[in-house]
């Protein structure tokens, strides 16, 4: 008694290579010609479905939804992060300019890391998601220990406020930057893909976060 019969069709597409933005429409149109071709077929065959082998775990179009899952999550905890970051640093500084200014600089500083995934042509995965959501953490921390110095500062003017900033904690800052900076360096040549990309992740968000 025949149980079912399958084609099998080979594509170029490469397992856990394909962005979930470049792999979706390609599974809805695999999707759209099944159900197009199961119209035309007898009502024994109306059951029919598509989907990749079942050796790889897990599939690939369920992977394709993980990498979206993870991608909205890591977006959804930089927007709560930098949403939690304003009111602090606001209430840290007691001046809503300074608070202002500091998340301007950690906004900035995570789209420009989070900007470094297209230029070295990576894609949204889990890998990158990850890495992600920690951007705004590691980038919030030389940022708040500047304003805060420049906030309790007793000169009377800005530029000498800036001056007693960077004598008080600036080579703290620049101290600790570098370290960790040093300590990312080595991970670039790592052979497993997650060091290689969380080094690379770090060393930009702590070098821009420097600069």
């Not at 479905?49 to 909205?72: A, G, M, S, Y």
């Amino acid at each position: 008694r025949l149980m079912y019969a399958a084609v099998v069709v080979n594509t170029t597409m490469e397992y856990r290579a394909t962005g979930y933005e470049e792999g979706e429409p390609v599974k809805d149109a695999w999707e759209d010609f099944v159900r197009d071709m199961i119209q035309h077929m007898p009502p024994s065959l109306s059951s029919g479905v598509q989907f990749t082998p079942e050796l790889l775990d897990p599939d690939e179009w369920q992977w394709l939804k993980i990498q979206k899952v993870l991608v909205q999550s890591a977006w959804q905890g930089i927007g709560i992060g930098l949403a939690f970051a304003l009111p602090i640093l606001i209430l840290a500084t007691q001046n809503w300019i300074l608070g202002l200014l500091a998340t301007l600089n950690v906004t900035i500083v995570t789209f420009t890391v989070v900007g470094m995934i297209h230029l070295v042509g990576w894609k949204l995965g889990a890998l990158e998601s990850l890495n992600m959501s920690l951007v705004v953490g590691l980038a919030i921390d030389y940022v708040v220990h500047l304003v805060e110095a420049y906030h309790f500062s007793k000169k009377p003017t800005r530029l000498e406020k800036t001056h007693d900033m960077l004598s008080e904690v600036g080579v703290s800052v620049v101290s600790g930057a570098c370290t960790t900076l040093g300590a990312s360096f080595f991970m670039l040549f790592t052979t497993l893909m997650f060091f290689t990309q969380f080094g690379i992740f770090m060393f930009c968000t702590i070098g821009f976060s420097l600069f």
